[in-house]
């Protein structure tokens, strides 16, 4: 028979209640995805920022925070790409340095050849019967060398048709009895009746150009006007057929306002003023000269591209770096005037050189429609091609 001792068993039932009230430390474990996300909601919640409150706002389904959360996203990344690009505008412009000396050598070599700048430009330029395979004018075909002459440019040397703005042109001199006095008129609308030509753009010999395409830079502008960036310019690509159509405005001064002064009235008349190397006054002219005379001023000589009947000096290659130094005199829009546009006001200066605008101007908006030219159908009137 087993005996039961109580004594035993109050001081074990003792002990495991006084285990009971003892304070144990209660070990406290971090989570961080709990954590964060929780500080991700309260800056929700809390920010100024549109579209963010809307995330966790209670009582939205799942499909209305995604869709808040995709605008979210969408312009956050809208914002980065913004940012992206202003900093790339504000990107400073690299300097570009010229070496004096490898313009002299350059200027060596070509008084070594006997050669100048206008004669190597000649040498590098297409004549313009080889570029101009095929030209017609009022539907009869003419020898492309009867229509156009090589003129001067601000992009160059360039085929030029109808331009009478030198005292003396370009043509070839068995034709100079052939060419007309005054500019040539069209008689009635339609391509039929105006310039048609076809152009041969050499693509084989494209090496570095102002457009990344091949093709021909169009320039359209008044008979007596250097061609400049002042012009319509339009870009004929190879392979195309295009028509433009261009709508003449002409603006002139009454017998009235001729009456006044030219600063009154502020415009010069065509007889007013007469121009030292250009045949007629015109404020695209008169600007143009100002360029040559501001860097021959400053250089000693005038760039090729610029015009000039002979009595200033051509520049050299030795002349180089004085002329790109000094580029802004005549590739800004006001000569000499190197600022923003925001800062510049008109009235504020003293007209340029004493260019004023002419009272007569004629202007030629243009409009071009192009194709892709396809010789498999051609017939008729295509047959010129």
């Known amino acids: 028979m087993q005996k039961i001792t109580f004594k035993g068993l109050t001081q074990r039932v003792i002990d495991k209640n006084v285990g009971m009230f003892k304070i144990r430390p209660q070990r406290v474990e971090f989570h961080c995805r709990n954590w964060f996300g929780k500080q991700l909601r309260e800056l929700c919640d809390i ?58 050598l350059l200027h060596d070599i070509m008084l070594t050849n006997n050669l100048e700048i206008p004669q190597l430009m000649g040498e590098f330029t297409p004549p313009c019967g080889t570029m101009l395979e095929r030209c017609m004018w009022k539907g009869t075909q003419w020898r492309c060398d009867n229509l156009f002459q090589v003129v001067n440019s601000t992009e160059g040397l360039c085929c030029s048709f109808n331009y009478y703005g030198l005292l003396k042109d370009n043509y070839p001199k068995k034709i100079t009895v052939s060419v007309p006095k005054d500019p040539r008129r069209v008689m009635a609308s339609g391509y039929q009746t105006g310039l048609s030509i076809l152009l041969q753009p050499f693509s084989e010999d494209y090496h570095s150009t102002d457009v990344g ?87 000693g000589c005038v760039p090729y591209h610029l015009p000039n009947n002979g009595s200033l ?73």
Not at 260 to 277: A, G, I, K, M, T
Not at 346 to 364: E, F, M, N, T
Request: hydrophobic letters at 35%; one cysteine or more.
């Open 313 to 385: 000096r051509n520049c050299e290659m030795k002349d180089m770096e004085c002329v790109v130094r000094l580029r802004h005199l005549y590739q800004t829009a006001v000569p000499a005037l190197n600022g923003s546009v925001e800062r510049i006001s008109y009235r504020s200066i003293a007209p340029p050189c004493g260019c004023l605008p002419g009272c007569d101007k004629v202007q030629y908006p243009s409009q071009m429609v192009t194709g892709v030219m396809n010789r498999s159908f051609s017939f008729n009137a295509l047959s010129f091609l």
């Open 213 to 299: 395409s091949y093709g021909f830079k169009l320039m359209i502008h008044s008979s007596y006007d250097y061609p400049d960036n002042d012009a319509e310019i339009k870009i004929v690509l190879a392979g195309t057929e295009s028509f433009i159509t261009l709508t003449p405005t002409a603006t002139y001064a009454t017998d009235d306002a001729l009456s006044f002064d030219p600063s009154v009235r502020n415009c010069y008349e065509r007889s007013e003023r007469v121009l030292s190397v250009l045949q007629r006054y015109s404020y695209v002219n008169c600007m143009v000269e100002c360029r040559a005379a501001s860097i021959y001023a400053k250089c």
């Open 47 to 104: 920010t100024a920022l549109h579209g963010y409150s809307q995330i966790v706002r209670e009582g939205y389904s799942v499909l209305e925070r995604s869709v808040w959360s995709c605008a979210v996203v969408a312009s956050t990344i809208s914002a980065i790409t913004l940012l992206m690009i202003s900093w790339s505008w504000s990107v400073e412009t690299p300097t570009v340095t010229a070496d004096p000396a490898q313009y002299r």
